[in-house]
């Protein structure tokens, strides 16, 4: 079973500005050989990770690693971005300017908790002369952000997607981890909302039992079925679940066809209404299915190579 819900990123239905963000893996930039090995991991995106991923005395060489792998181009059309950092750590500073110098598609920050430190971050970028395609991925993992997450959702325009951190949230709500996260819900709701309401991306957090495949792909469906545009993973044996979870169906492609060629038949013949299988179809009918096919498309684009570059 697999689908997708929620708008495209920014309300657009056109597949030329949707990005596939089904699996957004986790990448040690400490490591090289993970880091080569990225390269045919069939993730969307992938996070070069400097944060928790790295041990203290590795964070230079991380940093330099990272902003290599940027530069050369390796992971063809996916997204790469890179994680700092966050803002109250001595690495920070530098991360942030190594990171903007390298111009990843996104700059990924932990514990965004207020539009400030939103707008410390992106005057950092641009201090540090980061491109315009940089983005902002903010990391809401605490019950100050869940509270302040409309205001942050709006802060900046180089703000273009959420990443919960579920782990960092359970830990501070003394919340246990359990099938169907009921604990996290509302704060997930939340952000689901403010992200909506806002434009922007969101993605859901990791599943922490990589051997636990059945439930992995549990919490897939469960993100599918709230909304989130995909979800961050933390192996690369978590990639192709996730893909075909996060992804619409042939059934799925196949009614939205549908839909749109009964609307535009009934349009060419003056009709304002039209059904499908005994159903009405209405202008969220029409939107959501082409909101479906360009996700399909764009999809189908970064499988075979083809997609776009990024805005730049």
Excluded at 87 to 107: E, F, K, M
Excluded at 190 to 215: E, Q
Excluded at 272 to 281: E, H, K, L
Aim: hydrophobic content about 45%; aromatic content about 4%; overall charge negative.
């Amino acid at each position: 079973m697999s689908g997708v819900n929620g708008d495209l990123t920014a309300g657009s239905a056109d597949s030329a500005a949707y990005r596939p963000r089904r699996s957004v893996l986790y990448m040690p930039a400490a490591n090289e050989r993970a880091l080569e090995k990225a390269r045919g991991i069939p993730a969307d995106a992938l996070i070069l990770d400097l944060e928790d991923a790295v041990a203290p005395d590795a964070k230079d060489a991380a940093r330099e690693r990272a902003g290599a792998k940027v530069a050369d181009g390796a992971y063809g059309g996916r997204e790469v971005t890179i994680r700092v950092n966050a803002l109250d750590t001595r690495w920070h500073a530098d991360d942030l300017r190594a990171a903007a110098q390298a111009g990843p598609d996104a700059v990924v920050v932990p514990k965004v908790g207020s539009a400030r430190d939103v707008h410390a971050v992106e005057k950092g970028l641009e201090a540090a002369g980061a491109p315009d395609h940089t983005r902002i991925w903010a990391m809401v993992e605490t019950p100050v952000a869940m509270l302040r997450i409309e205001e942050i959702a709006r802060s900046s325009q180089r703000l273009a997607v959420f990443v919960m951190g579920t782990n960092d949230l359970a830990n501070e709500l003394h919340a246990e981890h359990v099938p169907g996260r009921a604990p996290l819900l509302t704060g997930l709701g939340l952000c689901l909302l403010a992200a909506r309401a806002a434009g922007i991306a969101i993605l859901d957090g990791v599943f922490n039992n990589i051997r636990d495949l059945d439930g992995f792909e549990a919490e897939c469906v469960q993100g599918r079925q709230l909304g989130f545009d995909g979800k961050t993973l933390i192996h690369p044996g978590q990639v192709e679940p996730c893909n075909r979870v996060f992804a619409p169906t042939e059934a799925q492609v196949e009614e939205s066809r549908t839909i749109l060629a009964a609307w535009e038949e009934a349009l060419a013949s003056g009709r304002g209404v039209a059904t499908v299988n005994g159903r009405m179809i209405e202008n969220l009918h029409v939107r959501n299915a082409q909101r479906v096919l360009a996700v399909s498309d764009a999809v189908t684009a970064l499988e075979r190579g083809t997609a776009p570059p990024a805005p730049r």
